[in-house]
């Protein structure tokens, strides 16, 4: 087992108590969207529990949440209220369409 496949297992077995943990600070991520301009299209991989996506759609940015553990990404959907894929860092992704990407 990779340590790629040992992370996205924690997850996996782990999702429906990983999502109850308290959200720390936004700091990062605001200063994050400060340097972009409005409505910008960003891929958030690793989403987790959907919180920072959620930020950032309040904010007005076009999200697309991902997360390599399809629990996480289920967990993700009903806090978002749309589908969140299941997308692994290691998997291709077209990057030239987004204006910047999130893995946090």
């Known amino acids: 087992m990779s340590f ?3 992370t996205i297992r924690f997850y ?5 108590e990983y999502i ?5 600070s936004f700091a990062r991520l605001h200063a994050f969207l400060a340097a972009l301009p409005r409505h910008a299209k960003i891929l958030e991989l690793g989403c987790g529990s959907g919180r920072h996506s959620a930020e950032m759609m309040a904010a007005g940015f076009d999200v697309r949440p991902t ?4 629990e996480m990404a289920a967990e993700a959907a009903c ?3 749309r589908p969140v894929e299941t997308l692994r860092f290691d998997q291709r992704y077209e990057q030239k ?3 910047a990407v999130w893995a946090s």
Do not use: C, I
Request: proline letters at 9%; charged letters at 45%.
């Open 97 to 99: 369409q987004y204006d």
């Open 4 to 6: 790629d496949d040992a």
């Open 67 to 70: 997360d390599g553990s399809p």
């Open 79 to 81: 806090r978002l209220g």
């Open 12 to 16: 996996r077995d782990n999702a429906a």
């Open 20 to 24: 109850k943990r308290p959200q720390r």
